[in-house]
């Protein structure tokens, strides 16, 4: 491969953590929720490591130099890395400081507690110059370098100064994921890219109409700190690209549904950086972005956004309807081997609250839902031949659009057991109206440490009692 096809990242690694569990009462010693712990702590690399495991992810191989402590979080750091194909990386250890890590505390999906162990503190000049030294060894293999500062205290004024002369004198292309509100940090990378409030902030822009000044907010800054392009990510209502003297362009956001915006700007950086390694033009490499992170907002925490979800828009949606074959082989990926497998099937004719209140209920404990959907021939054999009311490539389209659903197989068999054997899902999940033991699935799992869980269901509320209500009402 090219060196030019190569992406340098540096900038402050995180240890994302997140401990699940259940909020059922509130504690009798103060006013606070009490979460009972459902299942086992899972840990991620956030910050530049999440950068860098995006890179990859978007099929470009990366180098991440970082700063860690000398502590147990940054061993952990460094297998979470080791795992990853196609990443190599310098850790420069700072026993003066803790690894920055923060801890979630989720219910049901919503953080209700987060707990940061970290040091703000610019690093000491010693760390500085090894940081520096290692960059100088590394650029000329690279064409790209990645600046993702989480202000954590690695990317001091002079380090930051320093990675970009460097980097201009060789002609790399520079992209900084800024989060000082002081721009001239960064003054002379290639590109900079802020989200809308942090372009406001930098510009001590006080207009009320600030989504129709980002393009005279974004030329500002490009004036004043030599910046060649400036992209600003604003959530749900996609991307702004603002070039030198080159026409603006917007890209509105290809999200379907928003679950958890956190690392969703990571996925954009790294998709940019990669695809501009490909030799790709700005706007067509921001494009490739907003499709990204269109999928990277309709997953939990600091996910990663795969080449092979993006090239899968628009063929299935969003890369969620699969055959069996297909969904085994994505089990068996890095990203999702250690992760709790969850698995439902059922008709889901006519979706109702019912439907999304169990699938909810359902994906909050585990972390992947696949659900096997009875195909039209399936539902016939068991409802009967006025069955189903709605098509199955329309049932399984709509289940798609929700951020609790990641994968879909169609099914023509009575039950899904064959696909279950297959999976081997550590929970089957069923509504409390079963029976445990009379849950398809519940010997076999036994084989694999398996359990069914059965899902607290609201009451009245079914397809069979909406089709009689239809009926008698007409």
Known sequence: MNH??????????????????????VSPEAPI???????????????????????????????????????????IIKMLCKEIRNLTYDFVIDKTRPTTKKTRFVSENQQILRVDSESNQIIKKDVENKIINLFNKKIDNFGIVVISDYDKGMLSKNLIKKIIS???????????????????????????????????LATKSFSNDKENNIESLSKKIMNEFSFQAVVTTKSSDGITVVEKNKKSFHFPSKAKEVFDVSGA???????????????????????????????????????VVSRNEINRIGKTN????????????????????????????????????????????ARSQCDLLILALNSDLSVSKIKGTSRPIIKEK????????????????????????????KIKPMIIFKGDDYVKEDVVGYNESKKWNGKVVLIKCIKGISTSKIIKRIKYET
């Open 318 to 361: 969003l890369g969620k309807i699969l055959t069996l074959n297909e969904i085994l082989i994505d089990l068996k990926t890095k990203e999702n081997i250690k992760k709790v497998i969850g698995f439902t099937n059922g008709c889901f004719d006519l979706i109702h609250q019912g439907h999304i209140d169990y699938l909810k209920k």
């Open 33 to 75: 929720p009490v979460l009972k712990l459902t299942k086992n702590q899972t840990k991620n690399l956030g910050g530049s490591g999440n950068v860098a495991r995006n890179i990859i992810a978007a099929d470009s191989p990366c180098h991440l130099i970082t700063v860690t402590g000398n502590d147990d979080d940054a061993k």
């Open 394 to 421: 329309e049932r399984s389209f709509l289940l798609s659009n929700f951020g609790f659903v990641d994968k879909i197989v169609i099914f023509n068999e009575q039950t899904p057991i064959k696909i279950i054997k």
């Open 166 to 200: 460097t980097s201009n004198k060789k002609n790399k292309i520079t992209i900084v994921d800024p989060k000082k509100e002081d721009f001239g940090y960064y003054q002379n990378a290639t590109i900079i890219t802020p989200n809308l409030k942090e372009l406001v």
């Open 4 to 25: 030019s096809e190569k992406v340098l990242c540096i900038g402050d690694i995180i240890l994302d953590s997140y401990c699940f569990g259940k909020v059922d009462r």
């Open 265 to 303: 700007g990571d996925t954009v950086v790294s998709y940019i950086a990669s695809e501009l390694a490909k030799k790709n033009s700005l706007i067509d490499s921001v494009k490739t972005a907003n499709k990204a992170a269109g999928l990277a907002v309709g997953k939990f925490g600091t996910a």
